[in-house]
T-cell receptor
């Protein structure tokens, strides 16, 4: 089991560029989430999915899109990167909504 | 709306001393409660969780937490801290209604002095 994998580990973008952060899990978990972590702000939920084909917004969804075409994958798209999106992004998955969340290693994104 | 407050941003304790990290939640009913730990440069790992029943829950690495409904608190404790416990600790709340996700507190950074 690889658990939750995220690519890339590091990324530098210019303002206005778009990109996709990849997240995959091999535990057959229904629940997947994306968080961003900023100093002093804790983890803030961006988007989450309760199963393939079902997604919903979290606390800070603006500027991000998600889709869930398979159980395994939950990519996060930045439509037009802004410096305010400089952050560390974590993907997490869990068997059910309230079971233990397994976190990926994170993607450190810098937007210039 | 549910929320989580961790009043202490940074705590320093001596190795071998006891530890208590505070967590207060705001929610209309009994929520699901979690404590996660994040070591530097790593993702988060579950320490323990409370769903119902015994209000004192045991977790990994010698941690325990006590749910106090009257105080809306779920404080994390450890009787004797080790240097390897230095990390950031997050309290999280899960609502019982379907279709929602965990809400995390802002975290408490623990430093351990020798």
């Amino acid at each position: 089991n690889a658990g939750v994998t995220q690519t890339p580990k590091f990324q530098v973008l210019k303002t206005g560029q778009s990109m996709t952060l990849q997240c995959a899990q091999d535990m057959n978990h229904e629940y997947m989430s994306w968080y961003r972590q900023d100093p002093g702000m804790g983890l803030r939920l961006i988007h989450y999915s309760v199963g393939a084909g079902i997604t919903d917004q979290g606390e800070v969804p603006n500027g991000y899109n998600v889709s869930r075409s398979t159980t395994e994958d939950f990519p996060l798209r930045l439509l037009s990167a802004a410096p305010s999106q400089t952050s560390v992004y974590f993907c997490a998955s869990s068997k059910t909504r309230l079971s233990e969340q397994f976190f990926g290693p994170g993607t450190r994104l810098t937007v210039l | 709306a549910q929320s989580v407050t961790q009043p202490d941003i940074h705590i320093t304790v001596s190795e071998g001393a006891s530890l208590e990290l505070r967590c207060n939640y705001s929610y209309g009913a009994t929520p699901y409660l979690f404590w996660y730990v994040q070591s530097p440069g790593q993702g988060l790992q579950l320490l323990l969780k409370y769903f119902s029943g015994d209000t004192l829950v045991q977790g990994i690495k010698g941690f325990e937490a006590e749910f106090k409904r009257s105080q809306s608190s779920f404080n994390l404790r450890k009787p004797s801290v080790h240097w390897s416990d230095a990390a950031e600790y997050f309290c999280a709340v899960g609502a019982r209604q379907a279709g929602t996700a965990l809400i995390f507190g802002k975290g408490t950074t623990l430093s351990v002095s020798s």
